[in-house]
């Protein structure tokens, strides 16, 4: 089974809307950690968010939130007032494990983001 | 403040040749991980080192594919008689401890095998 698990290959949303991108994961952990990284097309890897199986609030920064919902095993990453400059591809990973036991990032597939005017 | 570097950005080889690809970490972090990306798919990790250990290469194809993090120096992932299927982005993260969350990624290494 997928560890991560991304079903939105390309999305398409109009500047200042707000988008869902979804994210399910599988683990049988009870302490993992979860990212979301934009690589725009000129390739590097951009760090927006992160969302700890034990936090109990839903992760914020700026226009970037984690919707987390435990039961379902998702970590749906919701962009508010989308801009022109988001257009990217966008992964979502997760890092199993207590943190000190295992530090690698299992990624997603990882969805097109297309904003258009 | 430099962020992760890594070099060359751009590497060219024949079938056969070696790669060398370059890490230099954060400053202040000795946790280096390596990531590979094929074309049009998400990262896949190969190895976590620590300096002058390599503590997960879990990822690591087992013939051809080794990697170092020197008491000095960068880390180097290095592909020996390196074949088309190498062709790939590589990414090389650092991050200043073993638990802390983020993991900083470099600008990566597009490696093309001719």
């Known amino acids: 089974a997928q560890k991560i698990t991304q079903t939105q290959p390309g999305m398409f949303v109009q500047e200042k809307e707000a988008v869902t991108l979804d994210c399910t994961y599988d683990?049988?952990?009870?302490?993992?950690?979860l990212f979301w990284y934009k690589q725009p097309s000129s390739g590097e890897m951009i760090f927006l968010i992160y969302?700890?199986?034990?936090?109990?609030q839903n992760a914020t920064e700026g226009r970037y939130s984690l919707n987390f919902q435990k039961a379902r095993k998702s970590a749906n990453l919701v962009i508010s007032a989308s801009q022109l400059g988001d257009s990217a591809m966008y992964f979502c990973?997760?890092?199993?494990?207590?943190?000190?036991?295992?530090?690698?990032?299992?990624f997603g597939t990882g969805t097109r983001l297309q904003v258009t005017l | 403040n430099a962020g992760v570097m890594q070099n060359p950005r751009h590497l060219v080889r024949r079938r056969g040749q070696e790669a060398r690809l370059r890490c230099s970490p954060m400053?202040?972090?000795?946790?280096v991980y390596w990531y590979r990306q094929l074309p049009e798919e998400g990262l896949k990790f190969m190895v976590y080192?620590?300096?002058?250990?390599?503590?997960?290469e879990s990822g690591m194809p087992k013939e051809r594919f080794s990697a170092e993090f020197p008491k000095e120096g960068p880390s180097i992932l290095r592909i020996q008689q390196v074949v088309r299927g190498d062709s790939a982005a590589y990414f090389c993260?650092?991050?200043?401890?073993?638990?802390?969350?983020?993991?900083?990624f470099g600008p990566g290494t597009r490696l093309t095998v001719l």
């Open positions: 993260a650092s991050s200043p401890t073993r638990t802390y969350n983020e993991q900083f």
């Open positions: 683990t049988s952990d009870q302490s993992y950690g």
């Open positions: 969302q700890g199986s034990y936090d109990e």
């Open positions: 990973a997760m890092r199993e494990g207590s943190t000190g036991t295992a530090s690698k990032l299992t």
């Open positions: 400053k202040g972090h000795s946790h």
């Open positions: 080192l620590q300096k002058e250990n390599i503590i997960d």
